[in-house]
C-alpha cells in the first residue's frame, strides 16, 4: 500500500502499541491510509515484560478483572453451602496461585497473538521497537538486538501510555513490585502490603485479600481521591469489614531484605509524625502512574505543549505542533480510561483521513472499581457538584438496598448504597450517579447512556425498574438527604 501523501514512508505512525494506538490505526487503514505502529515494553525493575496490545490488555483491566472473578468465585464456594450446596470440606477450599497465573497469562498470549494477527491482516507495520522523534516528521525506532530504524510520516500519534511510579525511598526498586508484575508473578504473593490508595492499589488490595492473602494498605490522603468520597468509604468500609487492614495517612520510609527473604517496610504518619515497621512477603506499590513522555525526545519534533507531570496538553488531542497528536493515558487532565484512549483514537483516525469534525466528548464517562463490593460511577460526586453548583441548588437521593442475593447466605449489605446526584430545580437534571454494590460496571452501563441524553429524576423515577435486580434501586430512588428520612429499605417487593 502506497501512502496517500508520497512525500513521506507513512500517512500515520504510532507510537505506543496499546489500546489508543491500535483503535486510531485500525480505523486509520480502514478509511485508506498507509499506517506503522512501534511498540516496546521496557522491564519492570522486577523483570516483568509483555506482549502487544498495551497496559490494559497485559498488566491492566484485564488480568486485573479475571482476578477479581477468581476471587468472587472463591468467595461463591462458601455462599453455595447455604443455598444447599454440599461443599466436600470448606477448610480445603484455597486458591492455587501458579494455576490462576498461568490460566491469566495464557489468555493475555492468546490476545497477544490475535492482535499481531490482526494487524498484518490489516496490513499496518509492527516495529516491535522504541520509538523517539528524529525531526518533526522523523521518527527512530531502537529495536531489540539494539540496530536503528528511520521512518516518516505525514502524521504522528503519541500513544505511549504510562507506567507505574516508584516513591524515592530506600528498597523500593530493588525489592517491591506494581501492578506491572502482580498478575504474572511466579510465587504466590503471601502477605502483602499496598503502598497507595487509588483504584489500582485498592482492587489489588481486594482480590489479593479474597484469594486468602493477607493484605494491608497505606493510605497517604484518603482513599479513592477524585472519586466521590463517601461512596469511596463505602468502598473501603467494605474491605476492612473482610479483613483488610488500613493506616491512613502514612507514607513509606524504606524497604528492606531480610535474610528470611521477607521485607521489612517501615512507614510514617504524616500527622501524628509516628514511624512503624512490619514484616511483609510482597509489597506491592501503587502510588500513581507517571506518562511515557522523557524517552520520545520531544524537544525535536518542537513539541513542548507539557505540563508539570511530564503529560502532554492537546486541546482536541492536537499538540502544539500540527501533525503531532496524542490519545489515551499521556494526555493530561483525561481520564486514564481504555475506552476513553479507543474512541478519542477512532474519532481522531476519521478527523485526519475522512474529514469528520466530531471531537472526543470527555464529559460524563462511566468508569468502575472492580473491589470486592464494586463501585460503578458516571458523571460528578458530590463534592464536585457542591464546588461547581452550590449546595443549595442540588438535590441528592440516596437509599441503601438489599441485593436478593445476599439473604440466604446472611451476606453483609451494610455498604449497599446508591445516590443521584441532581440540579434541585425542576424537571431535576441528574449530574452523576453512583453505585456500590454487586455487578456495578453492569449496571451503571446503561445508565451512562441516559446521562449523555440528559435524564432528569423525573425520568428516572417513571422508569419501571426490573425485578428483582440491582440495577432497579435506581427507579426507586424517592428520598433526599436534605429530607433527613431514613434511606434504608423497608420492604423488598411493595
Known amino acids: 500500500m502506497a501512502p496517500i501523501d508520497g512525500t513521506y514512508d507513512y500517512d500515520l505512525a504510532v507510537i505506543g502499541g496499546g489500546s489508543g494506538g491500535l ?27 509483555w506482549g502487544l496490545g498495551g497496559t490494559c490488555v497485559n498488566v491492566g483491566c484485564i488480568p486485573k478483572k479475571l482476578m477479581h472473578q477468581a476471587a468472587l468465585l472463591g468467595e461463591s464456594i462458601h455462599e453455595a453451602v447455604a ?40 496490513k499496518i507495520e509492527y516495529i516491535n521497537g522504541l520509538g523517539e522523534f528524529k525531526d518533526p516528521h522523523t521518527i527512530i525506532a531502537t529495536l531489540k538486538n539494539g540496530s536503528k530504524k528511520e521512518l516518516t510520516a505525514k502524521n504522528i ?3 505511549v501510555g504510562g507506567r507505574p511510579h516508584y516513591p524515592d525511598i530506600p528498597g523500593a526498586r530493588e525489592y517491591c513490585i506494581s501492578s506491572d508484575d502482580i498478575f504474572s508473578l511466579s510465587h504466590p504473593p503471601g502477605k502483602t502490603l499496598v503502598v497507595g490508595a487509588g ?13 486468602g492473602y493477607s493484605a494491608t494498605v497505606l493510605v497517604r490522603s484518603v482513599p479513592l481521591r477524585g472519586f466521590d468520597q463517601q461512596m469511596a468509604s463505602m468502598v473501603t468500609n467494605e474491605m476492612e469489614e473482610k479483613g483488610v487492614k ?14 528470611s527473604g521477607q521485607l521489612k517496610a517501615r512507614w510514617l504518619n504524616t500527622e501524628t509524625k509516628e514511624q512503624s515497621e512490619d514484616v511483609f512477603d510482597t509489597v506491592l506499590l501503587a502510588t500513581g502512574r507517571y506518562a511515557l513522555t522523557e524517552q520520545l525526545n520531544l524537544a525535536a519534533a518542537g513539541v513542548n505543549s507539557l505540563s508539570e507531570s511530564g503529560k502532554i496538553v492537546a486541546e482536541g488531542e492536537q499538540t502544539n505542533v500540527g501533525h503531532v497528536f496524542a490519545v489515551g493515558d499521556v494526555l493530561e487532565a483525561r481520564p486514564e480510561l481504555t475506552p476513553v484512549a479507543i474512541h478519542a483514537g477512532r474519532l481522531l483516525a476519521r478527523r485526519l483521513f475522512a474529514g469528520a469534525q466530531q471531537h472526543m466528548d470527555y464529559d460524563n464517562v462511566a468508569t468502575t472499581v472492580f473491589t470486592p463490593l464494586e463501585y460503578g460511577c458516571v458523571g460528578l460526586g458530590e463534592e464536585q457538584a457542591v464546588s461547581r453548583h452550590g449546595a443549595d441548588n442540588l438535590e441528592i437521593y440516596h437509599a441503601f438496598y438489599k441485593p436478593t442475593e445476599f439473604f440466604i447466605p446472611q451476606r453483609n449489605i451494610r455498604n449497599c448504597y446508591l445516590k443521584a446526584v441532581a440540579l434541585r430545580e425542576a424537571p431535576q437534571r441528574i449530574l452523576g450517579l453512583h453505585f456500590v454494590g454487586p455487578v456495578a460496571g453492569e449496571v ?11 435524564i432528569t429524576m423525573e425520568q428516572l423515577m417513571n422508569t419501571v425498574g426490573i425485578h428483582p435486580t440491582v440495577a432497579e434501586e435506581f427507579t426507586r430512588l424517592n428520598i ?15
Open 23 to 49: 483503535a486510531c490505526a485500525k480505523e486509520a487503514v480502514n478509511l485508506g491510509a498507509k499506517v506503522a505502529v512501534l511498540d516496546y515494553v521496557t522491564p519492570s525493575p522486577q523483570g516483568t515484560k
Open 83 to 122: 443455598y444447599g450446596w454440599e461443599v466436600p470440606s470448606l477448610n480445603d477450599v484455597k486458591i492455587n496461585w501458579s494455576a490462576l497465573t498461568e490460566s491469566v497469562q495464557n489468555h493475555i498470549k492468546s490476545v497477544n497473538w490475535v492482535t499481531r494477527v490482526d494487524l498484518r491482516e490489516k
Open 157 to 159: 500519534l503519541i500513544a
Open 199 to 211: 483504584y489500582i492499589g485498592l482492587e489489588c488490595a481486594g482480590f489479593l485479600n479474597s484469594l
Open 246 to 259: 488500613f493506616h491512613h495517612k502514612c507514607v513509606p520510609l524504606s524497604v528492606e531484605k531480610l535474610e
Open 444 to 454: 451503571i452501563q446503561g445508565f451512562a447512556a441516559a446521562i449523555k441524553c440528559g
Open 480 to 494: 433526599t438527604k436534605r429530607s433527613g428520612k431514613d434511606p434504608n429499605p423497608a420492604s423488598c417487593c411493595s
